[in-house]
């Protein structure tokens, strides 16, 4: 378990399998476009839940946490 700086609630979280994925989504012009993210499970009091955000938010936020 480590922990990561939030962009949701810019609080340090507490969370478990860091996995950097991509989808493949449509832009605004209707290109299917690549997209980066890094998935994660954060861990709560009571509760365990799925949560993502982007690669590029993800490494501006957490500069130090290397991912595989």
Do not use: A, C
Not at 23 to 48: A, M, S
Not at 50 to 60: G, P
């Amino acid at each position: 378990m480590m922990k990561i700086l939030s962009p949701y609630s810019k609080v340090k979280t507490e969370v478990e399998n860091l996995e950097q994925t991509s989808h493949k989504e449509y832009d605004k012009d209707g290109k299917l476009k690549k997209n980066d993210y890094v998935e994660f499970t954060v861990i709560g009091k009571n509760r365990k839940w799925k949560n993502f955000m982007s690669l590029k938010e993800f490494r501006k936020l957490n500069p130090k946490i290397k991912l595989d």
